[in-house]
């Protein structure tokens, strides 16, 4: 009887009731859709921080962090115990590869860079990091290809060079010697930030291990696992397993600071945006149930004369409340569904502001990611705050007398 009296009375005033109901439906429409752009913002920095070379865990010889040096690399015999320690612990489905990594000068006749350099494993590679679908020109490199490298568009540009043209990368050996080699340009890369393309260079790990006399030693080792990014599970048990004086072990919240800090605070913001939008969603809310109590004054005192208990007021009020935000949920959720599923494929192409949204750490494209702790947080939020608001016009009404309702005109 309440639903189907509430529902009658919501719509003897058409016009204030689409007032409520556009109130909410905007407010619902932009918890969901922005909320979904902030976390798509956030996922979207974590997953090119990792595709970019740091994948979810990372080894290293100690003391390499803190110092990048050629004599901190990972020695041929430590690789052999790596192995094992990582066949052991690794999940079905985890992959893992060894690469060669230090800082370079390249130069041709034209110009000269600080890069970093990397020797990799390309069929390895291809799996764990960006680089493997990343070729925008040219080709990839080889298993066996001992002069090629593969170079950003940046850096290309930035050289005045081509493909098939010579670059040569200097550095330091193993016997602090300066180490020099010229490779051919094979493929070019296109990454989601400039600063990318123009830091590194990729070369086959056989390479840059002669070119270095590293042997068969290593700089780092990267772990890409399966089941998505929190597994703390397996980073513990490896850092447990691997000697702590001559093993680092990191976990991709180490390696990307910037990324961990920013989902830290993400959540305690989505908390303060959806506050902000019902703050300004419930004076409507107020204010025009107010509104509607004040008009039926003399149809609520009238039901008191009938013999109409105050609660039964009360409900019959906070009733129509709660219909009211559960259709501006359903059509607000609708929408925002709706704008979300416009964007996934094309996303928002920030390129006009690549600068700024480079510093920031953020993907030229931004593709919303819904997450369903915010759907629900948005929806509890506006209809439990809704009848917490609307408790103030539902016991105003159930406080009127017969005698003053009489005398209301």
């Known amino acids: 009887m309440y639903l189907q009296l509430a529902w009658r009375n919501i719509w003897r005033n058409p016009r204030r009731t689409t007032v409520i109901l556009v109130a909410v439906i905007i407010g619902v429409w932009s918890m969901i859709f922005l909320g979904a752009l902030m976390r798509g913002i956030a996922v979207g920095m974590v997953k090119n921080g990792i595709a970019t070379l740091t994948g979810h865990i990372q080894i290293h010889h100690r003391g390499y962090r803190d110092d990048p040096a050629i004599e901190n690399s990972i020695t041929g015999m430590q690789i052999q115990g790596l192995e094992k320690a990582l066949n ?30 990397v020797g990799i494993d390309p069929r390895k590679e291809a799996l764990l990091s960006f680089i493997g679908k990343a070729i925008s020109r040219g080709r990839y490199l080889g298993p066996d290809d001992p002069n090629g490298i593969v170079v950003g568009e940046a850096l290309l540009e930035k050289f005045e060079t081509k493909i098939g043209r010579k670059l040569v990368l200097m550095s330091q050996d193993m016997e602090q010697e300066i180490a020099s080699r010229a490779f051919r340009i094979v493929g070019v890369f296109r990454a989601e930030m400039e600063a990318t393309e123009k830091q590194f260079v990729f070369i086959t790990r056989s390479a840059g291990q002669k070119m270095l006399k590293l042997g068969n030693g290593i700089s780092e080792i990267a772990v890409l696992l399966p089941h998505g990014l929190e597994n703390r599970d397996v980073y513990k048990k490896l850092k447990a397993t691997l000697p702590p004086d001559q093993f680092e072990t990191h976990s991709w919240r180490e390696l990307l600071p910037f990324q961990t800090a920013y989902l830290r605070i993400l959540d305690g913001f989505m908390w303060f945006w959806f506050l902000v939008v019902f703050v300004a969603m419930g004076f409507g809310i107020v204010n025009t149930t107010l509104m509607a109590v004040f008009e039926r004054m003399r149809e609520f005192g009238l039901m008191k004369a009938l013999g109409m208990k105050p609660r039964w007021i009360l409900r019959e009020v906070l009733v129509e409340s709660f219909l009211l935000l559960v259709c501006g949920l359903i059509v607000g959720n609708i929408l925002g569904f709706l704008s979300i599923y416009a964007l996934s494929g094309s996303g928002i192409d920030l390129s006009a502001l690549a600068a700024g949204a480079e510093y920031a750490g953020m993907a030229r494209i931004i593709y919303p990611a819904i997450a369903a702790k915010d759907v629900m947080v948005a929806n509890l939020t506006v209809l439990l705050l809704g009848l917490l608001v609307s408790l103030y016009p539902a016991i105003k009404a159930s406080r009127f007398t017969p005698v003053e309702a009489l005398t209301h005109t």
């Open 88 to 117: 052991k612990n690794l999940p079905q489905g985890a992959q893992w590869t060894g690469r060669v990594r230090v800082n370079a000068i390249a130069s041709n006749a034209r110009h000269s860079s600080g890069v970093t350099m």
